[in-house]
């Protein structure tokens, strides 16, 4: 009864902010919302699932509500989630004239979906199944004074019922099954039956349209002309999620067959809703379609057999995608604008930087996060399918085969989409000339951010960064325990690499980055994946050509015919029309619906009019009260400030008495209250010190200088070589004057009675005090010789610097030439210009990288040759070891002189 109590509590504060004219009336959702959170965290806490509530609704239809610990879990979720999007939108829609409809809205879909998660019978988890559908419908379209919102919420609420018709075929077999809809009796079936397979497929059906799956995925990109604040409650938390919460709680009445069916529909969802994701250019679009693609990613877990997998990633997958969505509402707010190519150079913001780079980093998989364990476990999970093909048969293990390699390339999709996203509003250049510091962003928007990110580390839901392991969010629900091998890890960060670099590769290594990507949508593939398969256009020419291929049908059958076709088959265009139907529908259905409204009329005097009434006269109980406080408290309090200003001015009236004397002896007073005042606060100046600077005004920082970023690189490149040139000649001295190798048969014996001190002049040890200074000299060289390579590499990066902004003016000033044939001629010029450029920095390029690989080996062998010369008793071994790596030294220098020699010169004079 407890978990019911909770559960209603946002029910509660929606409709007192719908039904009372309060002034802080769009609050009370939220704190209703978090009593119901505080509610749910102590039945957590204290384990009490044993809590059931029935009702005997008529005949033997009742309704159960129940809770287990996943239940419980996925009430924190949802309802954390809904309290953080309510603190958002305080902010957010703080100049909406219609708040207090849009909180009871939200209000309202909280508590649906409270509903939804309890329900213990399929009858009432279908009633608070339409009432999400409801609040979906009236929060998407909640501008309805825009044509798009309305049509994208009838396209949500229109698909959304297609697919309802699953569940109302699943009770009918449930019915029919069993003669109750209790959902115990589909956790434990006794045997397969037709209504089993009936039942399972229904709920696929439903959960298929619910949780946007192909081919119901079109209305979920469309659903965003609602506002942000939706987008994130419904995608994270809400609407999307109930059908894959609902495979959950049906899953023992899931067949293979339809299991499978889940696993293709759910792996192509995630391929599809990748690539999607991909093409896009308007952000809140690409969200939506990751939405699609993460969804498919659970799907396919629970068509793999393991329902704990997809919902944990549910779980994990609810915080970082309400992350993201809040954070876009910012981006969106700061730039004016949806579409990413417009903006660019959002590193700026750090707050807003630091928050979506954590989300996002919890969508693409990062290691660290709790959506890098989720998605591995999904994917651990169509891999353990996969162990065994000779059970599964033949064409079950290669379909496994093939599901699992496309969620592989769905993960690879990820990581380049979310990579994607990232650069362009983030790592870019600023594409736009809106002020970001300039537009303000309320401290309740930020709050409500942080509170979810809290949740996208992987500390949150387990104690270990590889695999799950039992954690303060997670020890109540059963955990897939078996960690993801070690090749599947390996392949795992391989494709999240990938995608990264190949984003990286197209949006940060170009400086025109969109005109290649303009590029790639002219091929048929990107096309194909930016307009999702073409199913919109696919589905309005079926809706729009449905009346006319009848029409043509009942032609054909009339000239088929051998005899007098019947009327109806002659003139069917007439009466089979969908107007003609629809009046025949109204005649029978007429009576019925004027009965049924004054029934309807009945209960709404009982039920709702007496409460309204109710509520009216306290109302005006609480009017007149407040008018009393008004008269008594507020207005006494202005009365009794006037009265006291009043005597106040009647004494200080008294100073002004006219005489002349009082005023020069006031002013006197106070010029000497102003000048010991001023005395005790000076200080003394030391004249002696340093002189007062004058603060100058901060100079602009000129633009960068092609030329000078060039010479400076040639230079410091010339030096370079210079003193790899003289290291080289020492080297090759140092190596003569060492003294051959010399045979084993030659060396002193052990039982030789000459001391060590006076050894031979041309014995091994002879040459040691030498060849310490030498490898000290070359110690000091090789930091010299690296310390000169590390000014070319910052020469290099300046001068990489003044190339993409020497060219982009060098196009500025292009694009104002008048003639076009000139500006042709010089854009082409420039292109040319900047195609050379980019030939003699890729094999400088190259050429630092080489150089810099010899440099760290030398300086290597260098210790080595250092820890040869230092031993203890210097023999023929050491000093053979020695004249190895002074020889690999002189090999090495010879090999880095070569390299810097064979560098092409650039031509600056040529591009200036």
């Known amino acids: 009864m407890q978990t019911l109590l909770w559960a209603i509590l946002p029910l509660a504060g929606a409709l007192i902010t719908w039904l009372l004219p309060l002034n802080r009336g769009k609050t009370v959702p939220a704190w209703a919302t978090l009593a119901a959170l505080g509610g749910f965290a102590y039945t957590y806490a204290v384990q009490d699932f044993s809590d059931a509530v029935r009702w005997q609704w008529a005949w033997q239809i009742a309704f159960h509500w129940a809770a287990d610990a996943k239940a ?4 924190l979720m949802v309802n954390f989630v809904s309290l953080a999007v309510q603190v958002y939108s305080w902010g957010y829609m703080r100049h909406e004239p219609r708040q207090r409809d849009y909180f009871a809205l939200l209000g309202l879909f909280t508590f649906a979906m409270n509903m939804l998660i309890i329900s213990a019978d399929l009858l009432s988890l279908f009633f608070f199944w339409e009432i999400v559908g409801f609040c979906s419908w009236a929060l998407i379209g909640f501008w309805r004074e825009k044509a798009p919102a309305g049509m994208a919420a009838n396209k949500a609420f229109l698909i959304n019922r297609l697919a309802d018709l699953g569940f109302l075929a699943a009770l009918g077999g449930m019915w029919a099954a069993y003669g109750l809809f209790d959902l115990t009796m589909l956790n434990s079936p006794s045997q397969a039956t037709v209504w089993h397979a009936l039942i399972g497929g229904g709920l696929l059906l439903a959960a298929m349209g619910k949780s946007a799956q192909f081919p119901f995925s079109v209305w979920l990109p469309d659903a965003m002309q609602g506002p942000t604040p939706v987008s994130a409650l419904m995608h994270a938390a809400t609407m999307v999620v109930a059908g894959v919460f609902l495979l959950m709680r049906v899953f023992p009445v899931l067949g293979a067959d339809i299991q499978m069916l889940a696993l293709w529909i759910g792996s192509f969802t995630a391929l599809l809703g990748a690539a999607a994701a991909a093409t896009q250019y308007d952000l809140k679009r690409i969200l939506a379609y990751s939405t699609i693609s993460q969804l498919g990613l659970m799907l396919a877990a ?9 919902f944990l990633h549910l779980l994990t997958h609810g915080f970082y995608k309400a992350a993201l969505f809040l954070c876009a509402g910012v981006i969106i707010h700061t730039a004016h604008t949806q579409d990413i190519r417009q903006m660019g150079g959002m590193m ?18 990062v290691p660290l996060t709790a959506g890098f364990l989720s998605k591995e476990t999904v994917l651990h999970t169509n891999l353990t399918g996969l162990q065994d093909l000779s059970g599964l048969g033949q064409y079950a293990g290669l379909s496994r085969l093939i599901c699992f390699l496309m969620l592989l390339i769905a993960s690879l999709g990820t990581a380049f989409y979310t990579a994607r996203m990232w650069f362009l509003v983030f790592y870019s250049r600023k594409r736009n000339s809106v002020d970001y510091q300039a537009v303000k962003t309320s401290t309740g928007e930020y709050a409500a951010i942080v509170a979810l990110a809290v949740f996208i580390p992987f500390i949150a839901f387990s104690l270990s960064p590889l695999h799950w392991l039992e954690s303060l969010l997670t020890f109540r629900i059963a955990l897939p325990q078996a960690s993801a091998p070690l090749w599947l890890l390996i392949v795992s960060l391989a494709l999240l690499a990938g995608g990264a670099a190949f984003a990286w590769r197209i949006y940060c290594c170009r400086i025109n980055a969109l005109q290649q990507e303009a590029d790639l949508a002219e091929l048929p593939a990107w096309r194909t994946a930016y307009n999702f398969l ?10 729009q050509h449905t009346e006319t291929a009848f029409a043509r049908f009942l032609a054909w059958k009339h000239q088929t015919a051998n005899n007098q076709p019947p009327k109806v088959w002659t003139e069917g265009s007439k009466y089979l029309t969908f107007s003609a139907i629809g009046k025949w529908l109204e005649h029978r259905s007429l009576p019925v619906l004027v009965a049924a409204s004054r029934r309807v009329a009945a209960w709404e005097q009982t039920l709702l009019d007496r ?24 207005d006494g309090i202005i009365r009794g400030i006037y009265q006291t200003i009043g005597s106040m001015g009647k004494r200080i009236r008294t100073l002004q008495s006219g005489k002349v004397q009082s005023y020069y002896l006031m002013a006197l007073l106070f010029l000497l209250l102003l000048l010991a005042v001023l005395l005790t606060s000076c200080e003394p100046v030391n004249r002696e010190g340093e002189e007062a600077t004058v603060p100058q005004r ?14 400076d690189f040639t230079e410091n490149r010339a030096l370079l070589l210079a003193q790899v040139g003289n290291l080289a000649q020492e080297t090759d001295s140092t190596l003569q004057t ?4 010399t045979n084993a048969d030659d060396e002193p014996s052990a039982a030789d009675d000459t001391p060590v001190n006076n050894a031979p002049a041309n014995s091994p040890e002879s040459f040691k005090s030498p060849l310490e200074q030498k490898v000290e000299a070359w110690e000091r060289e090789w930091e010299e010789i690296l310390m000169r390579y590390e000014q070319m590499r910052t020469s290099f990066r300046t001068m990489a610097n003044s190339r993409d902004y020497y060219f982009e003016q060098m196009n500025n000033e292009t694009a104002q030439i008048s003639d076009s044939r000139l500006r042709r001629a010089e854009f082409k010029r420039n292109s040319q210009a900047l195609a050379n450029f980019n030939r003699s920095y890729r094999q400088w390029y190259r050429e630092l990288g080489e150089v810099q690989q010899r440099l760290y080996r030398g300086r290597d062998i260098r210790l080595l040759m250092r820890t040869a010369v230092i031993r203890e008793q210097f023999d023929a071994e050491a000093l053979g070891n020695v004249r190895k790596y002074i020889a690999e030294t002189r090999n090495l220098l010879q090999q880095t002189d070569s390299l810097l020699r064979a560098g092409n010169a650039i031509a600056a004079g040529e591009i200036n």
Do not use: C
């Open 698 to 711: 901060a100079e602009v920082a000129p633009p960068p200088d092609l030329a000078s970023a060039v010479k």
């Open 738 to 741: 060492l003294p051959p190798a």
């Open 302 to 310: 629970v068509g793999a057999g393991n329902p704990n997998a997809a």
């Open 534 to 543: 073409y199913l919109d256009t696919i589905y309005y020419r079926l809706w």
């Open 72 to 75: 419980v879990t996925m009430l």
């Open 348 to 365: 700026q913001l750090k707050p807003l930087f630091i928050l979506f780079t954590l989300a996002g980093a919890g969508l693409a998989g």
């Open 611 to 634: 409460p309204i009434d109710l509520l009216a006269k306290t109302a005006v109980v609480v009017g007149h009260v407040q008018a009393w406080l008004d008269r008594v408290a507020v």
